[in-house]
Nanobody
Framework: QVQLVESGGGLVQAGGSLRLSCAAS????????MGWFRQAPGKEREFVAS????????YYGDSAKGRFTISRDNAKNTVYLQMNSLKPEDTAVYYC?????????????????WGQGTQVTVSS
């Protein structure tokens, strides 16, 4: 079993930056992939980014490409999402998720554990 706790969300103006963190516990962190998803009110959960077990392979959703960066520190059991050039449409609850495979996935159904989420609000 894995416990995931997100932090770093908040209110930021358009054009600003935030860094989200997700601390994991309960299973060897370096043995599984991680992902970030988000969900805005009235919308489906959307893939943001994923990273493989070593950090060497990353994938991004279209909305994140060029602005967001996913990374991980296996020594700290933590995955990060650096978000730059934020837009009001980035407003959502952001979730981290663990996938008990070596590689990440675009599909939320392929993740095994989820955090409770952190709210990101971008004002115009």
């Amino acid at each position: 079993q894995v416990q995931l706790v997100e932090s770093g969300g908040g209110l930021v103006q358009a054009g600003g930056s935030l860094r989200l963190s997700c601390a994991a516990s309960g299973r060897t962190f370096s043995s599984y992939a991680m992902g970030w998803f988000r969900q805005a009110p009235g919308k489906e959960r959307e893939f943001v980014a994923s990273i493989n077990w070593s950090g060497g392979v990353t994938y991004y959703g279209d909305s994140a490409k060029g602005r967001f960066t996913i990374s991980r520190d296996n020594a700290k059991n933590t995955v990060y999402l650096q978000m730059n050039s934020l837009k009001p449409e980035d407003t959502a609850v952001y979730y981290c998720a663990a996938r008990f495979q070596s590689g990440g996935s675009y599909y939320s159904r392929e993740y095994d554990y989820w955090g409770q989420g952190t709210q990101v609000t971008v004002s115009s």
